[in-house]
């Protein structure tokens, strides 16, 4: 029988145009059962003609069906891609302009920081709605969670949804390993490569060819190239000794020793921002793939995606044995993090399921840097599990960019104005404003 595979937040149209390239690049998935839910008509329609257009373009026959029913999407669903994003870009422009205006400087805003917690707090009643209707419909399908912020939300639903089976699911790590090799000039198909650590904050404890570990290679290229070193994640390299997994825009969010400082965005060619950016390319190219659908033109498959939910649901239905970087609840994974907060370790997955690699110990100041990145993490979700708006001004006190900026009045302000701003998106304990001596 062909497995039913639904995409959640399909008028994504990066996301669903690479994740169904791939799908249907696999010839044991050319004819599987895809299901597009979204509950923008318009974006719902061009995600099916999308669909389609894949389809031809890789000579597959899969069935479509789209529905901006949720629950009618997940009846008979074997996995559930989740790519939604709460409020679009409205909620991104929010994100960015008010903290902005207190000076706060963040660059994409995804994953903690004040950016990442109101992205969460918006995300979570949506997500508890998705795993109630998966846990009453299709209990034993998986959910592949690609939506941000990975950590928070597959943390939470450990917390609302412990019975259901979450993968979350990240291209970071493998980007990160494409771009390395390619800086030493080394084929990324000839190279082994070892990674943990919370997703857009793991390290890269080994990275080998033939034996021979690499990082020595790339000492040598940063040593040759000055520009090189004017890049947060191998300033962070240099200092630590282990490389992360995320770029150097992500990466300067998670720390408080560079957004901050005028003269080190320069000398780090940050761009303030950026994510704003992004969000508006997007709009484009949302724009741009419905004037190509509306004129017949053909949509081309992008052959250098290679998003992990396809590989995953490839494993789990041929057998085919793959490891992957995957964000799990840490059950004793990383043994010096906190246990029951999402971590991204090393994860094997075949015809029996996913099995989360045991890393034990990562060095001690990767550590350090993960435990400081999961304060707001496991607070922000304390806070929608807990009903406490509290915990949610807690939360960014303790985000090591916000508070190495603001001060605790302007962090309680600042969180009182996203929480007027996000309205309704907010689980509706947590849209009380709270003045510092509440």
């Not at 805003?109 to 917690?117: A, S």
């Not at 690609?146 to 609302?160: D, E, G, K, Q």
């Not at 290679?306 to 840490?330: C, D, F, K, M, W």
């Not at 907060?341 to 029996?352: G, H, K, M, N």
Request: proline share 6%; with cysteine; glycine share 6%.
């Amino acid at each position: 029988m062909k497995p039913t595979i639904v995409i959640v937040g399909a008028g994504s149209v990066v996301f669903t145009r690479e994740l169904l390239g791939d799908i249907l690049s696999f010839p044991e998935l050319d004819s599987v059962r895809i299901v597009l839910h979204d509950i923008d008509a318009e974006r719902l329609a061009t995600a099916e003609a999308i669909a389609r257009a894949t389809a031809r373009e890789a000579g597959a026959d899969p069935e479509v069906v789209a529905t901006a029913d949720r629950r009618r999407a997940f009846d008979g669903a074997d996995y559930v891609i989740n790519v939604i994003q709460v409020g679009m870009h409205d909620a991104t422009l929010r994100d960015f302009e008010i903290p902005e205006h207190y000076g706060l400087h963040q660059t994409i805003g995804d994953t903690i920081g004040i950016g990442g917690i109101f992205r969460g707090l918006r995300t979570f009643p949506v997500l508890a709605g998705i795993a109630r209707d998966m846990l009453e419909i299709c209990p034993d399908a998986w959910l592949l969670n690609y939506t941000n912020p990975m950590a928070m939300n597959v943390t939470y639903l450990r917390h609302v949804a412990p019975g259901l089976k979450v993968l979350g699911l990240c291209h970071s790590v493998y980007w990160t390993m494409v771009g390395l090799c390619e800086l030493v000039d080394v084929p990324f198909d000839e190279v082994s490569y070892w990674s943990a650590g919370v997703n857009h904050q793991a390290w890269v404890l080994r990275w080998e060819r033939d034996g021979q570990d690499l990082y020595p290679l790339l000492d040598a290229r940063i040593a040759a190239d000055p520009e090189l070193r004017r890049r947060v994640r191998v300033d962070m390299y240099r200092r630590l000794g282990y490389y992360p997994t995320e770029t150097s825009e992500h990466s300067s969010e998670y720390v408080p020793w560079y957004l901050r400082h005028p003269a080190e965005v320069d000398r780090l060619r940050l761009r303030i921002g950026e994510y704003v950016s992004i969000s508006e390319a997007n709009l484009a190219e949302y724009a741009g793939v419905r004037a190509r659908l509306a004129s017949g033109e053909p949509l081309p498959i992008d052959a250098e995606a290679t998003e992990y939910a396809p590989q995953v649901i490839h494993s789990l239905e041929t057998g085919t044995v793959r490891v992957i970087a995957a964000n799990v609840v840490n059950d004793g994974l990383i043994t010096n993090l906190p246990p029951g907060v999402a971590v991204e370790v090393p994860t094997v997955i075949d015809a029996l399921g996913a099995h989360p690699t045991r890393v034990g110990e990562l060095p001690p100041q990767c550590a350090a840097l993960n435990r400081n990145f999961l304060g707001p993490v496991d607070l922000t979700v304390r806070a929608a599990i807990d009903a406490d708006p509290r915990l949610v001004r807690v939360a960014a006190m303790v985000d090591p960019n916000t508070a190495a900026t603001l001060t605790v009045d302007q962090i309680w302000a600042l969180c009182d104005d996203l929480t007027v701003a996000h309205g309704d998106l907010l689980p509706a304990p947590l849209r009380t404003k709270l003045t510092q001596s509440a």
